[in-house]
């Protein structure tokens, strides 16, 4: 008897306490500032160096580029740029790397899919990879 009062006593002292489990995914959670979720991609800061392609240690990074059309600019420009979720272990590096911070980590971590297809992203939604983040921006 005396057992079930004291666990009776747990039960309402914890049913009044604030709840520390969320209604995820209803409701949308904000990670901390430090996160390192899903890449934000800006082409404008990218001088097609290569190095996040080169450092990546899965291979997930696929990028193109060409010469600036402008004869009296110098460098190159982004025409393409692809990250395979399927198997980026957002480790990080590439980010690490990027001389100009083109490509930086966000705190997106919402990736679910129906279809592996759907988890190769090109550079215009990792561009909007900072905006469509439920629970506030990056
Ligand atoms: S986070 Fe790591 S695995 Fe993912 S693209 Fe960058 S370097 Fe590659
Ligand atoms: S390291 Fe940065 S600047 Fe160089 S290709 Fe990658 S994203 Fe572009």
Known sequence: MLGL??????TLKNMTK????????????????????????????CIVCNQCARVCPTDCIT???RKHPDPNKRGKIIDTYDINFEICILCDLCTEVCP??????TRNFELAAYSRDELFKDM???HDNNTKIRGGSQ
């Open 124 to 126: 215009e939604w990792l």
């Open 18 to 45: 604030k709840k520390v489990t969320y209604k995820y995914p209803d409701e949308p959670v904000k990670m901390p500032e430090r996160f390192r979720g899903i890449q934000h991609f800006d082409p404008e800061k």
């Open 100 to 105: 100009t911070e083109a490509i930086v980590m």
């Open 63 to 65: 990028l193109t580029g």
């Open 5 to 10: 009062l004291k666990g009776m006593g747990v």
